[in-house]
């Protein structure tokens, strides 16, 4: 197959691109590096059946070649990342998702969209199903992620209904594993690097709001579930082990040998969700998907490849 992978450099963009050139597919990844590291590549960049291509997605993208899919995940996505672009976020959700779906269509590609479980917002039904519409603040300080993805599925689901464009939408849930970048701003990232550092995880609020986490591995498997289904309407993909934000900084501290360490707390930022928890009845009935790797297999592997990536920079 022939694929583009917009925000292929990006954590879960690039082990898409690695999954793909290893199946004998040719990967055109596009990535304007904003929040993409080149280092998330760099393994695939002498493969023939690779290539990366320096853009920014809001711009037109001239592919020659045929394709089979676009597969659209290119956009800031962590609060610090929107904090700091936030006219980008909503621009990648809109230019960038119809630039992505005016070439799927050109091409006769299948499209899939990279939502997110944001789209939910602080969400008053627990545990979120696909069919519930949200609790979003449209001019919070969030909104410009939300109302992006939000945006972004409306604007696929009319090029489905206008142009009968083949399209899948998938609402991924918190995910964690190797290639998070460390100063990413998500929960996970965070505490594994400041307990290694010996510092005290920062918790944010009480510590009583809950998240669901996924490892990459499995929602890269129901990505590609998805991928090969007929399912055009949203489909949640996350983990439904819902744990609270301090117990689980509590379990990285185990996890590192720092268990005598404490954490500290901040104010909890605006319109952050108190739960977050998916309802995968439609992953498992339609895709034959659930996740398997355990929160304390998939945290012991990513603090593996964080502890690695921080002994080289000793090491350098």
């Known amino acids: 197959m022939n694929l583009l992978i917009t925000g292929g450099a990006g954590f879960i963009g690039s082990h898409l691109c690695e999954y793909f050139v290893a ?13 993409g590291d080149m280092a998330n ?4 960049l002498k493969n023939t059946r690779f290539r990366f291509i320096n853009q920014d997605v809001t711009q037109y993208i001239n592919i020659p070649d045929s394709l089979d899919y676009v597969l659209h995940f290119a956009s800031p996505a962590s609060p610090i990342d929107y904090a700091n672009y936030p006219i980008q976020t909503l621009k990648v959700g809109s230019l960038g998702t119809h630039n992505a779906l005016g070439l799927a269509k050109a091409k006769q590609a299948v499209f899939l969209l990279a939502s997110t479980s944001e789209v939910y917002g602080d ?22 992620y939300d109302e992006a993805k939000r945006f972004s599925e409306a604007l696929t689901m009319a090029y489905h209904r206008k ?6 939408i998938v609402r991924i849930f918190n995910t964690y594993g190797p290639r998070m970048r460390k ?30 986490f996924c490892y990459i591995d499995d929602l890269k498997d129901g990505i590609i579930r998805l991928m090969n289904s007929s399912v055009h309407e949203p489909i949640n993909l996350g983990d439904t082990h819902e744990i ?18 404490s954490v500290t707390y901040k104010s909890l930022p605006i319109n952050d969700p108190r739960v977050r928890q998916p309802d995968i009845t439609m992953a498992k009935e339609l895709l034959g998907w659930s996740p398997k790797v355990s929160l304390d297999e998939g945290l012991r592997l990513t603090m593996a490849w964080f502890k690695s990536g921080m002994e080289a920079v000793k090491v350098e």
């Open 41 to 44: 590549i760099k393994d695939l």
């Open 23 to 35: 199946q004998g597919d040719r990967v055109f990844c596009l990535d304007n590096l904003i929040t």
């Open 244 to 261: 609270s934000i301090l117990e689980l900084a509590r379990e990285i501290l185990i996890l590192t040998g720092r268990n005598s360490l």
């Open 183 to 212: 100063n990413d701003g998500r929960v996970i990232p965070n505490f594994i690097t400041q307990t290694l550092q010996e510092e005290l995880p920062v918790v944010y609020g009480d510590g009583t709001q809950t998240r669901s």
């Open 163 to 168: 142009h009968g464009l083949s399209i899948r």
């Open 123 to 144: 969400p008053l039904v627990h545990p979120q199903k696909e069919s519930y519409w949200g609790n979003v603040n449209p001019i919070g300080p969030r909104g410009v």
